[in-house]
Every structure is written in structure tokens, then in C-alpha cells.
């Protein structure tokens, strides 16, 4: 299925009409859309949930704590703000920080598959539960997904926590965060196994895990026309 968003060619004009959106009940409570930050050219793109107080009042996403957290630990393996392109599952904030409904996400999806298109990034890191599981059609948890490398859409998904959940779980939480964060790295390195090759000489080297096809799903589950 296409929608009217799979032909619009450029961010600007995407964030123009997600910044008009009334598309599900959280329009009602926004203050403002939170597109996303980031430029166009950026090789890695972070998919967090939704927006939080700061970010619905400021229009941009993790200007918050989660987001100072997570950019620190990007900053820590040579990846600054302005190397990634950040966006949510949801573009608005939903009320008292409640989870979003798969109604909304639904209603919101084809906002962040352009997105996708349109910066086409090397590298995707999903923060937590509701992107990881929107972006690989698994119910599986975000503890069983992390610490891995997916084959997605002809480029890699590394699931991670969201930085929240290291605000509350402290340094454990945090340090397998690093760990997804270096598995980026290497993926930007190059230092890439595919299948059952030998492993070639090179530290830290990534083993990727194929997720289903193109053909079997389409990009969050809607195959394209
Ligand atoms: S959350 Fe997404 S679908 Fe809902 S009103 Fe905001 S931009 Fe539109």
C-alpha cells in the first residue's frame, strides 16, 4: 500500500505536513510536532518513542535528559549530535508520558518510513521497546533484541535501550548501551561479517542476523506498490 507520503521528496516538505497533522488524538494535546533533528546526510538515524514535556515545548526530540545521556555515549565512540538524524514513532507528545497506542502508531508510521527513505542512513538504532519492535515486526523484547546487528532494508538496525531506562537502571543498563554503540561503530568501520564467512582479522568485528525480506514484509509491515 502507498500513501500520499511515500511521494513527497523531501524532509522539509515532510515536516511541513507532519507540522499540520491531526491525524490521531494527540494533536489534541501537543504543543508542538516534533519532527526530528538532524541533516539529511547524517549515516546513522535514532529511532526513539515519542516526545517528552521538554521535547513537546521545544519542538525537537531528546533535548532532555535521556537525550543528553544518549548523546554522550554516542560522543564517546566519535559520533556528535550533528553525525545523526533523530526522530520518534510518534511525532506528538502523548499525555503524561503514557505509552503510545497502536492506533497512533499506526496513524504515524508512514511519517517515519519516509524518513527512512528520504535520509537513508548506513546505520538505524531503535531505543527500546516500541520502535525496535515497529522497525522488525517482532514481538520479541528490546533484552532479547539488543546486542546484535540486523540485516534490514539494505542497511544494518541495532536495537538498543532507550536512554530512559539507563536514567532508571543505572550503570548496567548504560554500559550495554555502550556496548550496542560499538557495535555502530564497527558497523561504520566496515568490520562486518556476513554469514558463516571465517572470521577475518578484525577486532570487534560484527556478526549480522538477517530479518525477514522486503518481499515477505515491507518496510514495518506494509509492502509498497
Ligand atoms: S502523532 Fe503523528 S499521526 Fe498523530 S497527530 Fe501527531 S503527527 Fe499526526
Partial sequence: MTTALDKVDSLEELAEIASACTACRLSATRTNVVFASGTKDAQVMVV????G??????GL???GRSGRLLIELLSEVGITREDVYIANVVKCRPPQNRDPRQDEIEMCKPFLRRQIELVDPVVVITLGNFSSKLLMQTTTGITRLRGKAYEWWGRY?????HPAAALRGG???????R????IVRSLLEGRIIHDSEEAPNLANSVELIPVASEEQLGLFGTVSS
Avoid at 526513539?48 to 516526545?51: A, F, M, T, V
Avoid at 514535556?53 to 521545544?58: A, N, S
Avoid at 556496548?179 to 560499538?182: R, V
Fill in 171 to 177: 550503570e548496567r543498563v548504560k554500559n550495554d548501551i
Fill in 157 to 161: 538496525l541495532v536495537p538498543t535501550f
Fill in 61 to 63: 526530540p531528546f533535548v
Fill in 53 to 58: 514535556q521538554q521535547e513537546d515545548e521545544q
Fill in 179 to 182: 556496548a550496542d554503540i560499538a
Fill in 48 to 51: 526513539g518513542e515519542g516526545p
